[in-house]
């Protein structure tokens, strides 16, 4: 896209992408936390809960790896230098897109355990062979991603932490919002 953004602000769309992820994340990481601490026989709830939003937070996350790349191209705060701005927006775009490849991996897991992969009561059609090896091969990612996603997390907090004191590019901006 060709439109040009004032320093420091983002278009509409990932605004809302922004707070959309935010908040459907924010609720599933406190299923990710509770559900393997749920016993087994009383899992099926937050199991529909974990794969729902899951979905949302999926497809949301692709949407927002095309507009990262499709949408308007943004300019850092006043007084941030460009590479420290494109710095933190990789990592920012590497966070997204390890969502958006989570969101695959626990298709392929739920679908090589057996499992129905339901949205709210609609189920999800399964589109691979329930197998052991897909459902070992996926099983280990699937969880070990979340702790690069955590990773990923607190290095874009420091970092924009780093550059709010140094530039004093304000806090908002590691918010979701219209400030980058």
């Known amino acids: 896209m060709t439109e040009q953004l004032a320093p420091g602000i983002q278009d509409r769309t990932a605004t ?3 707070w ?3 908040v459907t994340f924010f609720v599933l990481f406190f299923n990710i936390i509770n559900l393997p601490r749920t016993p087994l026989g009383q899992r099926e709830g937050m199991q529909l809960w974990h794969d729902s ?11 927002r790896v095309f507009w990262f790349i499709r949408g308007p191209r943004l300019r850092p705060p006043e007084g941030m230098p460009e590479n420290s701005f494109a710095f933190s927006r990789a ?5 997204i ?12 897991y739920a679908w090589g355990e057996g499992r129905a992969i339901m949205m709210f009561r609609w189920q999800f059609p399964q589109l691979l062979e329930t197998t ?17 996603y955590l990773m990923l997390f607190f290095l874009w907090f420091a970092l924009g932490a780093w550059q709010n004191f140094k530039y004093k590019s304000g806090w908002r ?8």
């Open 16 to 18: 809302l992408l922004g």
């Open 20 to 22: 959309a992820i935010f």
């Open 53 to 63: 939003l899951g979905l949302i937070v999926g497809l949301l996350c692709w949407w």
């Open 91 to 95: 990592i920012l775009f590497v966070l």
């Open 97 to 108: 897109f390890v969502f958006a490849a989570e969101f695959v991996i626990g298709l392929m």
């Open 132 to 148: 052991e090896s897909l459902r070992i091969s996926t099983g280990y990612p699937h969880s070990a991603l979340a702790f690069y």
């Open 173 to 180: 901006r590691l918010f979701p919002g219209e400030k980058v």
